[in-house]
């Protein structure tokens, strides 16, 4: 069997692990590379663009390096750089048990959850707000925690699957537009952006697609994502509101403050209801990218 061949058979191993029992509760590759990367970055932060750009670029590439030491186990390797580096599961068992809070009126459980998804101040959200963050939070990272790294396990096998995950990890620990992070995330940001150029789009998509609705959802992707301040999450969050007839966008408040973001969509507010089908439509996205990439990859062997 040729080597990509072993590959796609690593992706179809690596998914149907993930969609099985989703991320572990302890240990996470993931969690043990971002508590490498605080610990180092205690050691070397600079206020600087050049040093910040040196910082992601090492970690993505010692994180690429991992993967094609993984590569060399064959398909076994590569499934487990698959289960390592995709977390939807997780993601939409979450949305769910935030929709099961909110049915049940138990709101600060429902705030409790949804704080593991965004950084947004939870104790400021009501029910509403509540649902548009968590579906927010469900569409953007349908697209940086499935379509994304299958994408690139297609594109370059295991290598690419986890130095996708290194450069999202990063984007997400330090990409941010605080005062600290301004200069010094500015590369992480930019190398997070480039990643999931296209993986957006091909998550819009396929979402349109497989939502039955894909006149609404390209309507809403093209009048309503440029608005975005985001290249990439404008784009997955536009085609999840049209295609599930919401509105989402609106005054947005993170720690680092206040930001009024553009209404994506022209629809109701999001309910309980409208979170359980985004639920629904991001398992029918992966579902279809991880055929896809796995596809891609046995095609090119």
Request: aromatic share 6%; net charge neutral.
């Amino acid at each position: 069997m040729r080597r990509n061949r072993s590959e796609a058979v690593g992706l179809v191993v690596g998914a149907a692990a993930d969609a099985a029992v989703g991320d572990p509760q302890r240990y996470h590759p993931v969690a043990g590379f971002g508590t490498a990367v605080s610990r180092v970055e205690r050691l070397t932060y600079t206020d600087s663009r050049p040093v910040g750009a040196a910082f992601a670029v090492g970690w993505i590439g010692a994180a690429a390096t991992a993967g094609a030491l993984a590569r060399r186990a064959g398909w076994l390797g590569t499934a487990a750089a698959t289960f390592t580096a995709l977390g939807g599961t997780s993601l939409c068992t979450v949305g769910e048990q935030i929709a099961d809070a909110l049915d049940a009126g138990d709101i600060e459980e429902a705030r409790r959850l949804v704080s593991g998804l965004v950084g947004r101040d939870p104790n400021l959200l009501d029910e509403s707000g509540i649902c548009r963050a968590a579906v927010e939070s469900i569409a953007e990272n349908t697209s940086d925690a499935a379509v994304a790294p299958l994408f690139w396990g297609a594109v370059a096998g295991a290598p690419g699957l986890l130095g996708y995950r290194a450069a999202n990890t990063l984007d997400a620990m330090i990409g941010y537009r605080s005062e600290r992070y301004l200069r010094f995330g500015w590369a992480a940001a930019r190398i997070d952006d480039g990643a999931n150029l296209v993986p957006a789009r091909l998550t819009a998509l396929i979402a349109a697609v497989v939502s039955g609705r894909p006149g609404d959802a390209w309507r809403a992707v093209r009048r309503d994502a440029a608005k975005h301040p985001s290249p990439n999450a404008g784009v997955v969050e536009a085609a999840f509101a049209g295609a599930l007839g919401i509105e989402l966008g609106g005054r947005t408040i993170y720690a680092h403050g206040t930001e009024e973001r553009p209404t994506l969509g022209d629809g109701h507010a999001p309910t309980a209801a409208d979170l359980r089908a985004a639920v629904v439509l991001s398992r029918r996205v992966q579902a279809a990218a991880a055929a896809l990439a796995v596809g891609g990859r046995w095609w090119m062997g």
